[in-house]
């Protein structure tokens, strides 16, 4: 299976002289293509900056992170920009809209200030992804008239738009009921499923018993990773409580 990102011996730090702190720690991780990845550990322990590392979104202090055969490295801003908004998708605990524009205007933004002259085209492929998670009626609502859940699918539906390759989440599910996240972590298994690559920071072990690979991080380092079959909708309880006492054992 081919590896869409490689991250080898990663490092990161944060702080200047006695305040300098180092977040990760020669850390090595890779994602296959199409693959369903979670990262699990306790507050501080580098999974959002890990996250943040093998996206482009931070710069690294040591290693290396190469995504689609490219380096990410020896690229500049703008190149990085492009991949990130070509080729990757985000969503995150709070989705960032603003406040003047309604739901399909924002969904659409990062799309028509690239390509201004095919408004049509990016508005009906919204609609089309509104209508699949769901809020195709909401797309005249402002942002404070709509529900956490249905502000959530916005932002997934903003992230879909130019079909990524890899969709990244930093506890996308925080926010939300376990309603809204058992409908969420549906949206994200269906898009996994047609073969979109996602990678889940998480503290729920209801969440990464969706995936198919959980790496474990305390301190800056991955302890260890397990292994998942793909979700069917069976054997739920049993998926939670091997991801619990897993990290039970690890002390996480």
């Known amino acids: 299976m081919n590896k869409i990102i490689i991250g080898e011996h990663i490092v990161k730090s944060f702080g200047e002289g006695d305040e300098k702190h180092k977040v990760l720690d020669g850390v090595s991780a890779e994602i296959n293509e199409g693959e369903f990845v979670a ?20 710069s690294v202090d040591g290693g290396k992170v190469v995504f689609d055969g490219k380096n990410l490295s020896g690229l500049g801003e703008k190149e990085l920009s492009d991949i990130r908004r070509t080729k990757m998708g985000f969503v995150f605990q709070q989705p960032t809209m603003l406040k003047n524009l309604n739901i399909l205007d924002n969904i659409i933004l990062p799309s028509v200030r690239d390509n201004r002259k095919n408004t049509t085209t990016i508005s009906a492929k919204a609609k089309t992804l509104m209508k699949r998670v769901g809020i195709a009626d909401l797309e005249n609502r402002d942002i404070t008239q709509v529900s956490g859940g249905q502000l959530q699918r916005a932002g997934i539906c903003r992230a879909l738009m130019n079909s990524p390759k890899i969709l990244f989440g930093d506890e996308p599910t925080g ?38 690979r959980i790496m474990f991080m305390r301190d800056g380092a991955i302890l260890s990773e397990m292994k998942l079959s793909k979700f069917d909708g069976k054997d739920w309880d049993s998926r939670v409580e091997k991801v619990t006492m897993k990290m039970r054992e690890i002390g996480i």
Do not use: C, Q
């Open 39 to 58: 990262v699990m550990g306790p507050s501080g322990s580098g999974k959002s900056t890990l996250m943040f590392a093998l996206s482009g979104m931070d």
């Open 175 to 212: 926010a939300l009921n376990s309603k809204s996240a058992h409908e969420i972590m549906d949206i994200f298994s269906e898009i996994n499923a047609e073969g979109t690559a996602i990678m889940l920071v998480t503290h729920d072990a209801n969440v990464a018993a969706r995936t198919e």
